[in-house]
């Protein structure tokens, strides 16, 4: 609407302008050299405006002229860069739908006509991981981290292809840098973080955490740090008690309902008479998830206690999760060595019609400790070969008798205490001789129904007692194929996680420098 009116009062302006100087018609005389031209104002104006636009029309044809050379250029480049972006984008396409020929060929017309271009150079890359040739995209990943504008890029290339040749050295050299020159890359910090706690750096990991804490939400980085503190109280908890057990308030602090972290406070709380504390953060940590680990530290809160007293403890703390099986084998555990079998059978009476593996040997204790019937003894131990599994902490088909604050592909807080998947054809187990060295052990598999020796069943199912298995080298996981993605260039794909894990169980350090 204000252009309109603009436009209506300049044409007015120009018409009452027109028609002033047509109401006060003047002559205009021109004389050179000899010529005398005499013509009127209008004639003159109307004259000068064409010897101006046949000006403009000669020097814009000879500016044409001039500037063919470049314009031809320009339209040249033009016409090749929309090629080459046809081409490219094409070839991520081809590569999204794995069609390996077309990705080569529209990455081979990409080159020739941009090689300069970062997507050029990226669309080679994914060629090449497309179709195996490793040392190629590794060339053209150097060429990325070789530039700045595309140094982020391209340290993440190499670094994924350093995972996936087992080069664990260079993969950590690569997300230092890239974390080093940007830090609000995630994915830098969080693989600098899972190294750092890999190799059992707590105290790196945690200073690295700090730095991170704007780009985390509040309650991940709670308990991030909370498990950081657990683990590095762990390492230290037979060497400096004092500094365990600030490591072990804090993150009982941060992360309440942390088993580990609960029960580690709960015991150096206990050891030094703070009774009242410890129980409080026990029990606070059992009502969140019940824990046989949470109810050892009440069993042996006070050392000396008559067996019946520790009863009474356990009793009030089945009474918070009434309905739960970890509170009746607690309970069923005191009540043998107190010799109250009444109240030990009474406690496992609910679990005896589809008992577990705990369910059936405490039912074997029970039988031999009250009636000395070795029978029954027998017969329940047998049910236990066939009988459901128990909780265990579980991550990434492996299984470990003790919590863990890594997993072996280096994921913080990976490990969650629940049955073990069904089906499994083979179970990694992650055990340890002591806390000060955990090492990743791979178990025998064993057909359902086979019997076991007397020596593996009639062990008690207590969380101090750890059995060692022998490794199984048949177990190595084979490398499954490279499907990169478009969305993330150098993705290893759904299937490179299980190519990545025993090389992170295998590396140096590992899981033997975790809680060193």
């Known amino acids: 609407m204000i252009r309109i009116v603009l436009f209506l009062i300049i044409v007015g302006t120009l018409a009452v302008g027109v028609a002033w100087l047509a109401d006060r018609p003047g002559d205009v005389v021109v004389i050179w050299q000899g010529l005398r031209i005499e013509t009127s104002l209008m004639v003159l104006g109307g004259a000068v405006l064409i010897a ?13 002229i001039l500037r063919s050379p470049f314009m031809l250029r320009s339209h040249l480049r033009r016409r090749r860069g929309e090629r080459a972006y046809q081409a490219i984008s094409r070839g991520l396409i081809a590569v999204g739908a794995g069609d390996l020929a077309a990705a080569r060929k529209h990455g081979a017309d990409a080159k020739r006509m941009a090689p300069a271009e970062p997507l050029a150079l990226l669309l080679s890359a994914q060629a090449a991981q497309l179709g195996g040739d490793r040392a190629a995209a590794d060339s053209v990943f150097r060429d990325l981290a070789s530039r700045a504008d595309t140094k982020a890029l391209g340290l993440r290339g190499l670094f994924i292809e350093a995972q996936r040749r087992g080069d664990h050295t260079s993969a950590h050299a ?5 974390a080093r020159d940007n830090p609000s890359l995630s994915w830098a910090g969080k693989a600098v973080l899972e190294f750092r706690c890999l190799t059992g750096d707590w105290g790196g990991a945690l200073a690295l955490l700090e730095g991170q804490k704007p780009a985390l939400d509040k309650e991940t980085y709670r308990r991030q740090r909370a498990v950081l503190l657990t683990a590095r109280a762990l390492a230290i908890e037979d ?9 072990a308030l804090e993150a009982v602090k941060l992360a309440p309902t942390l088993v580990p972290a609960a029960a580690l406070a709960g015991r150096v709380l206990a050891e030094g008479g703070e009774l009242r504390k410890a129980s409080r953060v026990v029990n606070k940590a059992w009502e969140a998830q019940p824990h046989p680990d949470l109810a050892d530290v009440l069993v042996n809160l006070r050392f000396g206690d008559a067996a019946r007293d520790r009863l009474k403890r356990i009793e009030a703390l089945a009474k918070k999760a009434p309905e739960h099986i970890e509170g009746a084998l607690a309970m069923a555990r005191v009540a043998l060595d107190a010799q109250e079998f009444a109240k030990a059978r009474a406690a496992l009476a609910p679990y005896l019609a589809a008992p577990t593996k705990r369910v059936a040997l405490l039912m074997a204790e029970l039988e031999r400790a009250e009636r000395n019937d070795e029978g029954r003894a027998r017969e329940w131990i047998a049910r236990a070969l066939n009988a459901a599994p128990d909780p265990t902490w579980t991550v990434e088909g492996h299984t470990s008798d003790r919590w863990l604050p890594v997993s072996p592909s280096g994921r913080i807080d990976a490990f969650e205490w629940r049955v073990p998947v069904h089906g499994i054809v083979s179970a990694r187990v992650i055990e340890a001789e002591a806390p000060a060295a955990p090492v990743a052990i791979a178990a025998e598999p064993k057909p359902e129904g086979t019997a076991a020796a007397p020596a593996e069943v009639l062990a008690p199912q207590r969380a101090s007692e750890r059995t060692r298995a ?4 048949k177990l190595e996981p084979k490398p499954g194929p490279i499907i990169p993605l478009v969305v993330v260039p150098d993705d290893p794909g759904p299937e490179a996680i299980e190519e990545s894990d025993a090389p992170l169980a295998r590396q140096s350090g590992g899981w033997r420098k975790i809680f060193g």
């Open 470 to 473: 022998k490794p199984d080298s």
């Open 52 to 64: 101006m636009a046949v000006i403009a029309l000669i020097w814009s044809i000879l500016r044409t």
């Open 239 to 247: 060497t400096d008690r004092d500094s365990a057990k600030a490591y």
């Open 174 to 178: 690569f997300a230092e840098e890239a």
